[in-house]
């Protein structure tokens, strides 16, 4: 099926986001290799194409790596933004006290605690599910973190991790303390219930980076899957949800596409971004 979205828009487009997990990435968290390769060729065709996750830089680049795209990343759901060119385009860290009573939270009910930094990660209380969490990232995370160096270096956001089922019962509460402090919370995976200021989203960082780098809205297309992927997808031009995605990514999004495991991704960029993309010699 044409797309009306692509052939009425008015500006080519110049710079498109992916989400990782559950988008690029396919069941294994590796990428797609279809989806790698419609990636490479935007970047040939002149498309700045951005990593947008919910996860650290850190763990964020060897993906970039591994494909061949700049390292310009909307990082942390919006919190912090990278641009390869530009360096850091913004940063919105939780404040240091309200990140002591959300570890304290987490720690009094054993609900894994991670806190993420502009350059790590660090479990804050591990339970069980921490080796579910690392064996999904493959990175190396700090044990522990001490309160003073929260008062000096606050985290850019932190994340409950359970079983969908036991998060669940405890969300509410989460979520009330997340009210009182000010703050917002977030779905990113059915396991991981995360914490960030109010100003915090997908849709916010690439809306800064688009200004940083003077690309209009309407030349910004996006592709995701989950609750904090929504922003992004209604801000964005042009937007993409995978089928696999949550009802809310689809609702909020322009288009469905294939799922991660069949290469979505490249769906997306072959028939609704190239088509209108500048082309280089």
Not at 79 to 92: K, M, N, P, R, Y
Request: aromatic share 6%; glycine share 6%.
């Amino acid at each position: 099926m044409e797309s009306p979205i692509a052939r009425n828009s008015r500006l080519p487009i110049r710079l498109l986001a992916v989400d990782l997990d559950g988008t690029l990435l396919d069941s294994d968290r590796r990428p797609h290799p279809r989806s790698a390769e419609a990636l490479r060729r935007c970047r040939r065709a002149g498309v700045k194409v951005v990593l947008a996750s919910g996860r650290v830089a850190l763990t964020m680049a060897p993906f970039a790596d591994e494909i061949g795209l700049e390292r310009t990343f909307v990082c942390c759901n919006g919190a912090h933004v990278l641009d390869s060119v530009a360096g850091e385009v913004l940063h919105t860290p939780l404040p240091a006290e309200a990140a002591l009573e959300i570890l304290d939270f987490g720690r009094r009910r054993s609900l894994q605690t991670n806190l993420y930094f502009r350059d790590r990660i660090a479990f804050g209380f591990r339970s069980a599910f921490g080796d579910v969490y690392l064996s999904r990232v493959r990175f190396a995370v700090v044990d522990g973190v001490a309160d003073d160096e929260i008062q000096r270096d606050p985290p850019t956001k932190m994340m409950l991790l359970a079983e969908p089922s036991e998060l669940e019962r405890h969300r509410p509460e989460a979520e009330a303390l997340a009210s009182r402090l000010g703050l917002r919370t977030v779905l990113s995976e059915p396991d991981y219930l995360e914490f960030l200021v109010p100003t915090a989203d997908k849709g916010s960082g690439l809306r800064a980076l688009s200004r940083r780098l003077g690309i209009a809205r309407e030349a910004c297309a996006a592709i995701g899957d989950y609750s904090n992927d929504v922003e992004m997808l209604r801000w964005a031009g042009l937007s993409a949800a995978m089928a696999n995605g949550n009802d809310e990514a689809k609702r909020a999004a322009a288009l469905v596409v294939s799922s991660n495991d069949e290469g979505g991704v490249a769906e997306f960029v072959e028939r609704f971004v190239l088509d209108d993309s500048p082309r280089s010699e």
